[in-house]
Each structure stands twice: as C-alpha cells, then as structure tokens.
C-alpha cells in the first residue's frame, strides 16, 4: 500500500523566514510525485509534479525537490499571501489510477 | 474557463436520506474522480471514472454510487446518508488516469449529515 507521510503538520513563519516542508513516501514504482496547494475553503490547486530523483521545480518562492524517498518543498522569503495547506501526493505503478494524498502541512506567515 | 464545478456547495442532510452531488468540468478530460477530505487523513479516492462508459472503485467506496452521465458530468450519490458520510467531497478531472498528468479540483461541496 502506498504510504505519504507530511511533516510538520503546522508550520508558523514569520514573513521573510525562508523553510522546508518534508514529504516522504513509501510506493512500488514512483509515477509520479505532486504538490498542491489548498486554501481553506477551497479545492486542491496543482503547483509541481515530480519524477525523477534530482528533479527540481520552481514557481515564484517556492521550489519542489525530490529524492528517491521524498520531497521537499522550500519557500523562499515567504509572504502572507503564502499561507495555506500543502498537500503532496503520489502516483505508483500499483495504483496508478489514483493519487495518494499526505494529510498536509498548514503554513502560516505572519507579516 | 469555469474548470471543474461542483453543486451544492453546502448540505445538511438527515440519517437515512439520499442526495446526489454533481460535478461537471470544461476541460474535454477523459477521466474523473470523486475524493473525500477529512481532518488528519488527507484525500481518499472513493470512485473514478478513467473515460466516459467506465466506472471503478477507490479505496473507500462503501455508501457510494456513481454514474458518468457523459464526458463532461460525474455525480457521486448516497443512497441512505450516514453520519460518517459526513466530509468534504471534491470532484476532479485530468486528461487521462496515469503517469505524470495532473489532476484539477473543484471547489468541494461540505456536506454534514445529522
């Protein structure tokens, strides 16, 4: 069974306090990795998908990593505008129907 | 571009009673999906839609019918509301199942069933 795994569960910045947000998972035969961002009240925006290890994505402050065991997503200078939930997700080759969802990190910048 | 809409955005129901939510996206997509979200457990997959005529089920789809009622609309119904049904429900659409392609959401309908 695919396993993603979020951490931290919250994470309070203060506006210009660069950070990290971890993403681990456990599949059989990564399709893909994903990120998005969700603000309270809505759905799911897509940000990043990922595939290979080394892979880097940009937009704007943030930038998605991703290694053979997980992901990091680093927010550069992060503004208020910035807070929201991210959540990561996965493909693999068992269920390559479906995404797999971490329970997410809340980020909260203050200005 | 309205992407992926979803009605209602809000219902209350009562135990026992049955609703249908609908989805329907702009997007020409082949595939669909009906998740729920619920605090601490991120997003289950409860039925999908790979292309128009097929339907299959997710990790969690007791309680739960669907119909691909074309390309454009998928609707999720609850035959008789339970209050563990109560969630927020996102419907979604990508080009296609698989790989690398993304998926886009609509924006949830909440749904609480007393």
């Known amino acids: 069974e695919d396993q993603v795994t979020q951490s931290p569960e919250a994470l309070r910045l203060q506006e210009g306090e660069s950070s990290s947000l971890n993403c681990s998972y456990t599949?059989?035969?990564?399709?893909?990795l994903f990120w998005y961002r969700q603000d309270p009240g809505k759905g799911p925006e897509f940000l990043f998908t990922l595939y290979s290890a080394g892979e880097e994505k940009e937009k704007e402050r943030l930038k998605a990593t991703l290694t053979k065991k997980e992901s990091f997503l680093h927010i550069t200078a992060p503004k208020p505008e910035d807070s929201a939930t991210y959540l990561c997700a996965v493909r693999s080759g068992s269920n390559d129907y479906k995404l797999s969802f971490g329970a997410g990190t809340t980020v909260t910048v203050r200005a | 571009n309205a992407g992926v809409t979803q009605t209602p955005k809000f219902q209350v129901l009562k135990t026992g009673q049955s609703m249908t939510l609908q989805c329907a996206q702009d997007m020409n997509h082949n595939s669909m999906y009906w998740y729920r979200q619920d605090p601490g457990m991120g997003l289950r997959l409860i039925y999908y839609s790979a292309s128009e005529g097929t339907t299959d089920k997710g990790e969690v789809p007791n309680g739960y019918n669907v119909s691909r009622l074309n390309k454009r609309e998928f609707s999720l119904r609850l035959e008789s509301a339970a209050p563990s049904q109560t969630s927020v429900y996102f419907c979604?659409?990508?080009?296609?199942?698989?790989?690398?392609?993304?998926?886009?959401f609509g924006q949830g309908t909440r749904l609480t069933v007393v």
């Open positions: 599949v059989s035969g990564l399709r893909g």
């Open positions: 979604a659409s990508s080009a296609r199942t698989g790989g690398l392609t993304e998926a886009f």
